[in-house]
Nanobody, 123 residues
Framework: QMRLVESGGGLVKTGDSLSLSCAASGRNINSYAMGWFRQAPGREREFVSAITWSGGTTYYADSVKGRFTIFRDNTKNTVALQMNSLKSEDTAVYYC????????????????WGQGTQVTVSS
């Protein structure tokens, strides 16, 4: 059974950068689409970014396009999210997820979730 563990969250200032990492264990991610979602207090979980199993195609929410970049390394069983030019509205718990890639922007496409890492952006 796959387990996902996120790391790299923290408290930063507006305009700063942060890199999140998601490490998988128990199963290789090379046949899974991988995604990042986030949930801010009082709000529903929302799609942030995703990458196909091969890494050939990436997807981004409009709110992060041009600022965030998703990477995967199937040999290391990891996925990363580089976040630049952070804004206060990026404050949320960020979750890594593995799924089948169908409806890749939808949380229902993902069957394995990490516990999340907090990102707080202060102005």
């Amino acid at each position: 059974q796959m387990r996902l563990v996120e790391s790299g969250g923290g408290l930063v200032k507006t305009g700063d950068s942060l890199s999140l990492s998601c490490a998988a264990s128990g199963r290789n991610i090379n046949s899974y689409a991988m995604g990042w979602f986030r949930q801010a207090p009082g709000r529903e979980r929302e799609f942030v970014s995703a990458i196909t199993w091969s890494g050939g195609t990436t997807y981004y929410a409009d709110s992060v396009k041009g600022r965030f970049t998703i990477f995967r390394d199937n040999t290391k069983n990891t996925v990363a999210l580089q976040m630049n030019s952070l804004k206060s509205e990026d404050t949320a718990v960020y979750y890594c997820a593995a799924g089948n890639g169908i409806g890749i922007r939808s949380g229902t496409s993902y069957s394995v979730w990490g516990q999340g890492t907090q990102v707080t952006v202060s102005s």
